[in-house]
């Protein structure tokens, strides 16, 4: 249970991070939406949240933006006076074939990805280290641990964060923070909607499970890595994918 506890979920308009500010929620914690550009969806989240009994807020900030998450984080902690739980959910996708890729696509995957998740935690971990304790989760990807063709850019991004997990699970630990990553396959969000069924279809055929993932198993893991029964684990990836990536 997370009764007491705040919890930020950064990219919580959709998809995944939706669930998971579902799932907090459900278990307790009072939750702040972050979002982008998706104010409506974001707030209809906070609705959702509240209509089955929870509580949560819902605040704005581009995660690729250090000065901004600065502000967001420092805002949310002098709000909320605690800061427990950030699940770094926030991410992109800007597919395209490395020898055709533009550097532009190239920085602003990296910069939403991988960067925003070194923003959130460079400002939250010093709420977390006063309150000795907290808990950290990034969403990789397994394609991160497998790489993609197409996908330089995201499989980068994704790589690093398993990186960043890892050395900032070292950092924290020894204040009782926990810092750990998640590797989703294949979930079913508007991420993975825009794909051909040729592409799905032959996705599919990579599962040993046989079918995509929805969002709230990916949400159960979040869950489980933020609860206390989860204390002694730290820097591991944990793959929610069907067994895809083994
Ligand atoms: P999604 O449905 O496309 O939702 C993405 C979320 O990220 C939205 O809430 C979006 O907010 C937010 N976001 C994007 N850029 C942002 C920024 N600069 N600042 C703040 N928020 C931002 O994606 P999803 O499929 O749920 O994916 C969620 C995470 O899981 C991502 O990190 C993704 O890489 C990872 N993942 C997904 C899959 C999959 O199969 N779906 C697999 C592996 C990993 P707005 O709505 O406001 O734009």
Redesign the pocket.
């Known amino acids: 249970m997370l009764a007491g506890k705040v919890a930020l979920v950064?990219?919580?308009?959709?998809?995944?991070?939706?669930a998971i500010a579902c799932k907090l929620a459900r278990e307790g914690a009072k939750v702040i939406i972050?979002?982008?550009?998706?104010?409506e969806?974001?707030e209809a989240v906070k609705s959702e949240i509240e209509a089955a009994g929870g509580q949560a807020e819902v605040y704005q900030?581009?995660?690729?933006d250090y000065t901004a998450c600065e502000t967001f984080i420092q805002t949310v902690i002098k709000e909320e006076g605690s800061l427990d739980i950030l699940v770094n959910?926030?991410?992109?996708?800007k597919d395209g074939l490395l020898m055709k890729m533009s550097e532009e696509d190239f920085d602003k995957v990296l910069d939403?990805?991988l960067k925003?998740a070194f923003n959130t935690i460079r400002f939250a971990s010093r709420q977390m280290l006063r309150q000795k304790g907290g808990r950290i989760i990034n969403?990789?990807?397994?394609?991160g641990v497998s790489g993609n063709a197409g996908q330089a850019n995201?499989a980068a991004s994704?790589a690093g964060v398993i990186g960043l997990t890892k050395a900032a699970a070292r950092e924290l630990a020894s204040r009782g923070i926990t810092v750990n990553a998640i590797?989703?396959?294949?979930?079913?969000?508007?991420?993975?909607d825009v794909l051909s069924d040729k592409v799905k279809e032959a996705s599919e055929a990579q599962i040993p499970l046989g079918h995509?993932?929805k969002?709230e198993d990916?949400a159960a893991a979040a869950a489980f890595l933020a609860s206390e029964e989860a204390r002694y684990i730290t820097g591991q990836v944990l793959h929610v994918d069907g067994g895809m990536v083994m």
């Open positions: 950064t990219g919580a308009s959709r998809g995944i991070g939706k972050n979002y982008n550009g998706s104010k969806k974001a900030c581009d995660v690729s959910n926030a991410g992109i996708t939403t990805n925003g969403m990789s990807s397994v394609v995201y994704k590797a989703p396959g294949f979930i079913e969000t508007d991420m993975t995509f993932g969002p990916v």
